[in-house]
């Protein structure tokens, strides 16, 4: 029972830390373009980079 008492407050210290995280990395635009990276692959053309010597 007394374990309680070190791991109660020290789960909320850790939801409050990935909670802090979560929400700079929100402000700091890190979600902005999901898509972009993925797509890239997707939509890249090598074909002009092909060279017969």
């Not at 791991?7 to 902005?32: D, Y």
Request: hydrophobic share 55%; proline share 2%; charged share 20%.
């Amino acid at each position: 029972m007394d374990i309680l008492f070190l791991l109660i407050p020290l789960s909320l210290v850790l939801v409050a830390v990935i909670g802090i995280v979560l929400f700079w990395a929100v402000n700091t635009g890190q979600f902005e373009v999901s898509s972009k990276e993925a797509n890239q692959i997707v939509e890249d053309d090598d074909s002009s980079k092909i060279t017969d010597d």
